[in-house]
């Protein structure tokens, strides 16, 4: 009985707080936004189950997209901190409003607009594809069909207005939520009576100077930097929508960031971002925002060809990734000479942010694979092969990755490709061998037949490929993409391969398809890859025509 007085007195203050962010007075909208992230911060999972069993993420959504991107920080990051503590729980996602998709968008778009003015960067003209949107929940959209404007235009925090009620029978919810709602608290003095009950008098108006610390300090606890204090609004903007296009994202929800604007204003960010990064000038909070923008980005480019093609539109956008890559890459080869906050993990975060989202961007589209070779591309990722600085296993497996993608179906770029450079001095070819053979074990050769190189196969799908498998089968992969219908590349590669023969590739390739359909994550589309590389190499394709 204890625990459900204090679920109903929850209950009652979270109703309150919820009438004065839709009060016609700025300071008590303010306030109340305020109070909501701490008890968003102090209470997630109750207050995410009150607000889904009585339906009310609507007016909270509604109520926080009310502040302009042009409000202070205090009033803007009060509004997405409590976006941000709710969407932690993976629960709350499905409950996201396109509204409160273009809010995000439109706090990263003004961003983009200040640094676009402080870096001289460009800032690409509005789309005209942009639709309004409603307020409609992303789960209950099943298609991309055009939507229906919603009636009520946003409004500013001065604007009054005077919402339906929605009226809840205690049948549409649990006995439990029921007693909550039917439990009262007393009068207290002074208070204000809210639809929910009644709650204390209108909160005291703490100064803003105080609720950024405050909120910082909550934010803090949640490891996003280094330095709470270098925390933002725009920053926490862009972790928000890299969660809510994280793994629970459908492809609704990726269409609806591109019409709300969200991909379009990050990557005006991150053209910023990336100036400042190669100009050295990249604090903690820069990459920090820089590694949301690539994760957001690489969520909603991920099998979805009109966002990929968005990175097209803008001629600067795919100059920026290589840019990102190359400043990033310089900065982990001078890692030892690096700031503390900036070396490693924080700059190869970015690093691998850029492979993915040009991994993404490149996969089956010819016009992508031209475009990064055409800006000089195919040189820096290459150079990727050759970094010494910490673990370079994510980063061997995302570059041969992307370098497969980019010869597999254009010619021009297999021949390029062949006569590149991976240091000044090693074409790519024998690098990768050179990689093949040590992640192999480096005992091949000889035989002629590959036997030395012959990975023994799982013996249960519970048993995963050590990371020295999974990058042979890798680099495997993209020399038949090399050699496939390149009568010199495949010459450059038996000349270096164990026992000048195919084979130890073969084998290699075999084990780690064979290992993905035992274990489930063989992905069909990835099928017609593998029969072509297979053919290339000369090998048996009957083990993907089971």
């Given at each position: ?45 109750e207050v995410g189950l009150l607000l889904r069993a009585h339906d009310l993420f609507d007016r909270v959504f509604t109520a926080l997209s009310r502040v302009p991107p042009s409000a202070s920080e205090a009033a803007l990051l009060s509004a997405v901190s409590t976006l941000y503590f709710l969407l932690r729980d993976n629960t709350n996602i499905s409950h996201v409003t396109t509204e409160c998709l273009s809010f995000l968008a439109g706090i990263v778009n003004e961003q983009g607009r200040l640094l676009s003015a402080t870096t001289g960067t460009p800032t690409p003209s509005p789309s005209k594809r942009k639709q309004p949107l409603s307020a409609r929940r992303l789960s209950d959209v099943g298609s991309l069909s055009p939507l229906p404007q919603s009636p009520h235009s946003p409004r500013t925090p001065l604007q009054s207005r005077s919402p339906a009620r929605r009226s809840k029978s ?377």
């Amino acid at each position: 009985m204890i625990e459900l007085q204090e679920h109903a007195h929850l209950f009652d203050e979270l109703g309150y707080v919820i009438d004065g962010l839709e009060d016609e007075s700025y300071s008590i909208a303010r306030s109340s936004g305020y109070r909501l992230a701490l008890l968003c911060h102090d209470s997630t999972t109750e207050v995410g189950l009150l607000l889904r069993a009585h339906d009310l993420f609507d007016r909270v959504f509604t109520a926080l997209s009310r502040v302009p991107p042009s409000a202070s920080e205090a009033a803007l990051l009060s509004a997405v901190s409590t976006l941000y503590f709710l969407l932690r729980d993976n629960t709350n996602i499905s409950h996201v409003t396109t509204e409160c998709l273009s809010f995000l968008a439109g706090i990263v778009n003004e961003q983009g607009r200040l640094l676009s003015a402080t870096t001289g960067t460009p800032t690409p003209s509005p789309s005209k594809r942009k639709q309004p949107l409603s307020a409609r929940r992303l789960s209950d959209v099943g298609s991309l069909s055009p939507l229906p404007q919603s009636p009520h235009s946003p409004r500013t925090p001065l604007q009054s207005r005077s919402p339906a009620r929605r009226s809840k029978s205690p049948l549409s919810v649990s006995t439990v939520d029921w007693l909550f709602v039917q439990a009262k608290t007393p009068d207290a003095p002074g208070g204000r009576r809210s639809r929910f009950g009644t709650s204390p008098a209108t909160p005291s108006s703490v100064p803003e100077e105080a609720q950024l610390a405050k909120l910082r300090e909550l934010l803090g606890d949640c490891n996003l930097l280094p330095e709470p204090s270098a925390l933002r609004s725009s920053g926490l903007a862009l972790e928000c929508l890299q969660l809510v296009t994280g793994p629970l994202c459908d492809a609704c929800v990726r269409d609806m960031c591109r019409v709300c604007g969200a991909v379009t204003a990050t990557l005006t960010v991150l053209r910023s971002l990336g100036a400042l990064i190669a100009a050295q000038l990249g604090d903690p909070g820069v990459f920090w925002q820089a590694e949301n923008c690539l994760k957001f980005l690489e969520n909603v480019t991920f099998m979805n060809a009109q966002n990929q093609l968005l990175l097209a539109d803008v001629p600067t956008d795919v100059p920026c990734l290589l840019h990102l890559v190359a400043s990033t890459r310089d900065l982990e080869k001078a890692s030892e000479a690096c700031e503390p906050l900036l070396r490693g993990s924080t700059a190869r975060a970015v690093l691998h942010g850029a492979l993915k989202v040009l991994l993404n961007f490149t996969e089956n589209h010819d016009v992508a694979c031209t475009l990064v070779a055409k800006h000089g591309g195919l040189p820096i990722i290459c150079s990727l092969l050759c970094l010494k600085a910490g673990d370079t296993y994510d980063t061997q497996v995302l570059t041969m990755s992307l370098l497969a993608n980019l010869c597999e179906h254009n010619g021009d770029n297999r021949a390029l490709l062949g006569n590149t450079s991976v240091d000044g001095t090693r074409l790519l070819i024998p690098a990768v061998v050179d990689i093949f053979v040590k992640q192999t074990g480096g005992n091949c050769g000889g035989e002629g037949d590959g036997s030395c190189c012959q990975l023994t196969e799982p013996s249960s799908a519970s048993e995963a490929p050590k990371e020295q498998k999974v990058c042979a089968s890798y680099a495997a992969l993209l020399l038949g993409c090399l050699v496939n219908d390149n009568a010199a590349n495949g010459a450059a590669a038996l000349a270096v391969l164990p026992g000048h023969s195919f084979a130890a590739l073969v084998d290699t390739l075999e084990y780690f398809i064979s290992f993905q359909m035992k274990a489930g994550i063989f992905v069909e589309e990835t099928r017609a890859s593998y029969h072509g590389v297979l053919r290339a190499l000369g090998g048996n394709t009957e083990l993907l025509e089971r």
